[in-house]
Nanobody, 115 residues
Framework: QVQLVESGGGLVQAGESLRLSCAASGSISGINSMGWHRQAPGKQRDLVAMRTTGGTTHYDASVRGRFTISRDGAKNTVNLQMNSLKPEDTAVYYC?????????WGQGTQVTVSS
């Protein structure tokens, strides 16, 4: 089993920054990639950013240039630095880890950006 614990969500104003963190524990020796998805009310859950263990990153076009994903391998954590936040970034952000090809999800952390 893999456990993911997210932290760092909150309420900010447009233009401000937040940093999300996700700590992985359990059977994580086979981690292929880690990252973040988000789900706004009434919408589907969509990819925000992913990072493979090899360092390859992928960002959704809506956040490229504003968000940065990083990983601390020693701590088995993945971070998402979110700058220049917009009201449309408001959503529940979910950490995801792909372990031996299987996805595991965190419980989610709310990010709210006021205009």
């Amino acid at each position: 089993q893999v456990q993911l614990v997210e932290s760092g969500g909150g309420l900010v104003q447009a233009g401000e920054s937040l940093r999300l963190s996700c700590a992985a524990s359990g059977s994580i020796s086979g981690i292929n990639s880690m990252g973040w998805h988000r789900q706004a009310p009434g919408k589907q859950r969509d990819l925000v950013a992913m990072r493979t263990t090899g360092g390859t990153t992928h960002y959704d076009a809506s956040v490229r240039g504003r968000f940065t994903i990083s990983r601390d391998g020693a701590k088995n954590t993945v971070n998402l630095q979110m700058n220049s936040l917009k009201p449309e970034d408001t959503a529940v952000y979910y950490c995801i880890a792909i372990v031996d090809g299987r996805p595991y999800w965190g419980q989610g952390t709310q990010v709210t950006v006021s205009s």
